[in-house]
């Protein structure tokens, strides 16, 4: 089965650090874009970053890039990202989602549509302050 | 950057019914780039549409896509229960993602 499977629940407190996984099967892990999707209780969606998994290429979305902000990384060999917190506030408490981002293929060319086509469970984050 | 606005903020419909969410960007969005997802409670986002007007696997031709421009829609025909979500839009362009709001499709 085609899937990502992300760790479970974490219940921290502020200036704590956390690092949440999401694994992925079924599929061929190095060759599609792993995003990380944060969604604020009762809010929208946005995209934290995402990283290829073949060579660890990791691009922050602008709002998440900077010092003590969060840091993307992957283990291909276990077909598993990651997302960590050095220091964690109680603004940091959302759901969190990992996507695998889209290809549509024709015959044997693929082509990237920059949509997420593949979506983990979520791992709910609560920090109390 | 690029922002997405959904209209209607909630719809409310009969199953039976048809459905149509509007979503406006601030700018010009590559077609290509424009999908859509829908999300139930306590559930992940799942891709319903992408590149506007292409069904992801799985969904159901009831679900429609088109648009261009800055001006792009969502047709669910033949409203089913299980339809009642959250949908939202999402683009991407100059290497940077945006969804819009959502719009709550909730029973009449």
């Known amino acids: 089965e085609v899937q990502l499977v992300q760790s479970g629940a974490e219940v921290k407190e502020s200036g704590e650090s956390l690092k949440i996984s999401c694994q992925g099967s079924g599929y061929n892990f190095r060759s599609h874009w792993i995003a990380w999707v944060r969604q604020m209780p009762g809010k929208g969606l946005e995209v934290l970053g995402i990283i290829y998994p073949d060579d660890s290429d990791v691009r922050y979305s602008p709002s998440f890039q900077g010092q003590g902000q969060v840091t993307i990384s992957v283990d291909e060999s276990i077909s598993t990202a990651y997302l960590q917190w050095g220091s964690l506030t109680a603004s940091d408490s959302a759901t969190y989602y990992c996507?695998?981002?889209?290809?549509?293929?024709?015959?044997?060319?693929?082509?990237?549509?920059?949509?997420?086509?593949?979506w983990g469970q979520g791992t709910t984050v609560t920090v109390s302050s | 950057d690029i922002v997405l606005t959904q209209s209607p903020g909630t719809l409310s419909l009969s199953p039976g019914e048809t459905a149509t969410f509007l979503c406006r960007a601030s700018q010009v969005v590559n077609s290509d780039y424009l999908h859509w997802y829908a999300q139930k409670p306590g559930q992940a986002p799942r891709l319903l549409i992408f590149g506007t007007s292409n069904r992801a696997a799985g969904i159901p031709e009831r679900f429609s896509g088109s648009g261009s421009g800055t001006d792009f829609t969502l047709t669910i025909s033949r409203l089913e229960p299980e339809d009642f979500a959250v949908y939202f839009c999402q683009q991407y362009g100059s290497s940077r993602y945006s969804f819009g709001q959502g719009t709550r499709l909730e029973i009449k």
């Open positions: 996507a695998r981002r889209g290809k549509r293929c024709s015959g044997i060319v693929c082509s990237e549509y920059y949509g997420l086509d593949l």
